[in-house]
């Protein structure tokens, strides 16, 4: 078992920038990729960014490529989401997810969910 616990969720005004954290515990040494997920109002849900724990191998949204970076730390296993030149179309509803599998996995259906995290940018 896998426990994801994000935070760092909140509001800023278009341009600004937040940082979201996703802290792992339990049994992570089975994690194999982890990463981000959205979910706006009445859109579906959408992959953000993900990254492989042991390689650095970084995917990203054509949507949030050079706005977006996410990192890990290893000592700390948590991953990180920062988040520069906010847009308002990326309010949304955030969730940190884990995967035990591949990349190919992951974007399919995450082994591990966290509680999720709003975000909510304004014109």
């Known amino acids: 078992q896998v426990q994801l616990v994000e935070s760092g969720g909140g509001s800023v005004q278009a341009g600004g920038s937040l940082r979201l954290s996703c802290a792992a515990s339990?049994?992570?040494?089975?994690?194999?990729?982890m990463g981000w997920f959205r979910q706006a109002p009445g859109k579906e849900l959408e992959i953000v960014a993900a990254?492989?724990?042991?390689?650095?191998?970084?995917y990203y949204a054509n949507s949030v490529k050079g706005r977006f970076t996410i990192s890990r730390d290893n000592a700390k296993n948590t991953v990180y989401l920062q988040m520069d030149s906010l847009k308002p179309e990326d309010t949304a509803v955030y969730s940190c997810?884990?995967?035990?599998?591949?990349?190919?996995?992951?974007?399919?259906?995450?082994?591990?969910w966290g509680q999720g995290t709003q975000v909510i940018v304004s014109s």
């Open positions: 997810a884990a995967e035990d599998g591949y990349y190919v996995d992951f974007i399919r259906a995450p082994d591990y």
């Open positions: 339990g049994r992570t040494n089975s994690v194999y990729t």
């Open positions: 990254i492989t724990w042991s390689l650095g191998e970084t």
